[in-house]
């Protein structure tokens, strides 16, 4: 177990540097997940820290070794890939033995070892199949049950969950976490599905074009957006984006229309734009911040999604499930003054 | 009424449908069959041949009937009583065998650094082991000749077998079939803390059985079957291999055909071991690729 931080981490291929300059510090035992849209940098990070890339500028640091030059292998680390990369030709039992080969303990207390993280993961019987023989939660399992038996450090996770289904996916998610409260490694796991982050992380990092756009819990990242890049990744469906300018009292919409918010950090005039979560933009029968037409209306079971016209543009709201509005229906629409995000229009930073 | 006849009017609908589907497939299913049958009947021929030819005597060899008029397996107990026949077949299996090894072993190897190691030159490396594909063994063994005579490697195994420890066929083939091998198997091994050499040896090559031993089978059976080469090497009787050998049957007037296809007919026992042998890797790792997630 151990700290792990990352110093002004720059990757380039070639000419071309992909990573910016990353730097975050993550405490033991702490599960942080890295996020972002494809091609953004979070495999080649993650495989840094492995030691299976070069480092191209910075410092790496796992407790509190300089890791930079280190061999995977002894870097204290394992990984899970995503597509399981256990080996076909050998039995789970020497799949999950594996990592152990070149430990020196006596063969007695690996096999015992071995029994002991298939007990963990709830595969015991299965010990003596072949991959070829298991599902793919299994397989997955098997790959998790490798990188644990050597009890890492730092726990690796390369999207281990996407070749999953949707129902599989979210069960193997609980199992991750469980075994994380229960083992208590450092994980770093990386997905670019924003639930996947929100549901395991004790910390995520947003990252976007090979920068850190975003560290905090889920909460800070959903109800403190850094920026209009996390305000619309974060939270599906994405955050309404309405452009205005700042009033000193409030903002004017594009259209005219205006919303007076709390004082914020803006001059005024100032090109602003107005960030409203669907969740928070409720459908009402009183008087609203607004009103608009109902369009498309998609009905969740306990919420309903609509989509309202206003002035030419949409917006995604929420209303009951119960008595949901009918498409063309004229409706008021209401947020609470402290879940209206502010940001400025130019450099997109949110405006506190 | 109306949704009655509507239904009885679809099923039969389907039914019309069905058939004219199944003669049509009946159809594709006969050509099929009937290019497959020419093709086998094609292939078959000459075996049939050669094992009718050895069970002929001498004066009926040049009448190609198939069915000898009196057939005779006394080529067999000549061919067999002839000690020469083992030891050329000896010097066969040895060759065929460490070549087999040898080739196998190396083009898995180079194919694998050529296809999972970025290195300068890599690509010319590639096209310079794939242009001597172009080279035919004709023009070859002039040099081949020249090169074991000032080694002194004439009429010795090694002489017999130093053109093919490795082949660019080969490395061709290892290197596509390591390309199929994901990296992450290479790099989860890596993270595990094998080393390079280890990584190819214990997770990369299981992964491409198959194509090993389809490798095994082409390098043997081409080894096994090997002429030019061979004979320009060899000189004496001892050092022959068996096609060698089967060719200086008969004297300097006449060849006899009859015993060379008969030794030939022998011949061809190793070669369907070894077919025999390895393509049950080949069906298992196709099985295995198709179940795996
Ligand atoms: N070997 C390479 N050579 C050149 N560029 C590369 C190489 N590997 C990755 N890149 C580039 O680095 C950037 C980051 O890639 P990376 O694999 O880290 O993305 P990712 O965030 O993991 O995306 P995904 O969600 O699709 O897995 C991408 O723009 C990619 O094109
Ligand atoms: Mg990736």
């Known amino acids: ?352 | 009424m109306a949704a009655q006849d509507v239904a009885i009017k679809a099923s039969s609908d389907t039914l019309f449908s069905g058939s004219s589907r199944a003669s049509r497939r009946n159809m594709g299913q006969f050509i099929r069959w009937a290019l497959l049958f020419s093709g086998g009947v094609l292939m078959v021929m000459p075996i049939v041949f050669m094992l009718s030819t050895s069970l002929k005597f001498p004066f009926e060899v040049y009448n190609l009937n198939l069915i000898p008029e009196e057939p005779t397996i006394e080529n067999y107990t000549y061919v067999l009583e002839d000690g020469r026949f083992y030891h050329w077949f000896w010097n066969s299996l040895i060759v065929a065998t460490l070549t087999t090894i040898s080739a196998v072993f190396f083009d898995a190897l180079v194919g694998y650094a050529l296809c999972k190691f970025r290195f300068p030159g890599r690509y010319l490396i590639f096209i310079a082991i794939l242009s001597t594909l172009m080279i035919p063994t004709e023009m070859l063994v002039i040099p081949w000749y020249l090169m074991s005579k000032s080694f002194g490697w004439l009429d010795t195994y090694w002489g017999i077998m130093f053109p093919g420890i490795m082949t660019a066929f080969g490395t061709f083939l290892m290197k596509q079939f390591f390309e199929t091998v994901p990296d992450d198997f290479l790099e989860a091994a890596r993270i595990d803390g094998l080393n390079e050499f280890q990584i190819w040896w214990q997770v990369a090559m299981p992964l491409v059985r198959p194509a090993l031993a389809a490798l095994a089978i082409f390098v043997f059976l081409g080894n096994w079957t090997a002429f030019i080469w061979p004979l320009i090497v060899t000189n004496s009787a001892d050092m022959y291999t068996l096609p060698v050998g089967l060719s200086s049957f008969g004297d300097e007037v006449d060849v006899a055909w009859e015993l060379i296809m008969t030794g030939a007919a022998i011949s061809t026992l190793p070669t369907l071991v070894v077919f025999l042998v390895f393509q049950r890797f080949i069906i298992r790792g196709v099985v295995m690729a198709g179940l795996k997630g």
């Open chain 1, 1 to 352: 177990m151990a700290t792990l931080s990352l110093r002004n981490l720059v990757k380039t291929y070639g000419k071309v540097e992909v990573l910016h300059g990353i730097s975050l510090d993550v405490a033991d035992g702490e599960f942080v997940v890295f996020v972002g849209p494809s091609g953004c940098g979070k495999s080649t990070t993650l495989r840094m820290i492995a030691g299976l890339e070069e480092v191209s500028g910075g410092e790496i640091r796992i407790g509190e070794r300089l890791v930079n030059d280190l061999e995977p292998k002894d870097r204290d680390i394992a990984m899970v890939f995503q597509n399981y990369a256990i080996y076909p030709h050998m039995s789970v039992r020497k799949n999950i033995g594996f990592g152990l080969r070149t430990a020196k303990m006596p063969k007695a207390d690996k096999e015992k070892r071995i029994e002991e993280v298939a007990a963990i993961l709830g595969m015991g019987d299965l010990l003596e199949r072949r991959p070829n023989q298991l599902s793919g939660g299994q397989r997955q399992r098997v790959a998790i049950g490798r990188a644990m038996v050597r009890d890492p450090a730092v726990f690796l996770f390369d999207e281990p969950l996407s070749n999953l289904d949707a129902q599989l996916r979210t069960q193997m998610r609980l199992e991750i976490k469980k075994l994380h409260q229960r083992v208590g490694n450092t994980i770093i796991f990386v997905t670019h599905d924003q639930v996947e982050a929100m549901t395991m992380a004790d910390r995520i990092v947003i990252m976007k074009d090979g920068y850190i756009q975003q560290v905090g819990t889920p909460l800070e990242v959903y109800h403190k957006p850094a920026n209009t890049f996390v305000a619309q990744f974060i939270g599906a469906p994405s955050m309404n984006m309405l452009p205005g300018t700042w009033t000193g009292g409030g903002v004017r919409l594009a259209d005219g229309l205006g919303i007076e918010l709390p004082r914020r950090n803006a001059t005024e005039g100032a090109e602003v734009v107005l960030g409203l979560r669907p969740d928070d933009l409720l459908v009402t029968d009183r008087k609203g911040l607004f009103s608009g037409t109902v369009n498309i209306v998609e009905p969740l079971g306990a919420d309903t999604l609509v989509y309202v016209g206003v002035n030419g543009h949409e917006v995604i709201a929420k209303a009951s499930g119960r008595e949901p509005p009918q498409p063309g229906q004229t409706v008021e629409l209401t947020a609470d003054a402290g879940e209206m995000h502010l940001f400025d229009a130019a450099s997109g930073e949110a405006l506190p």
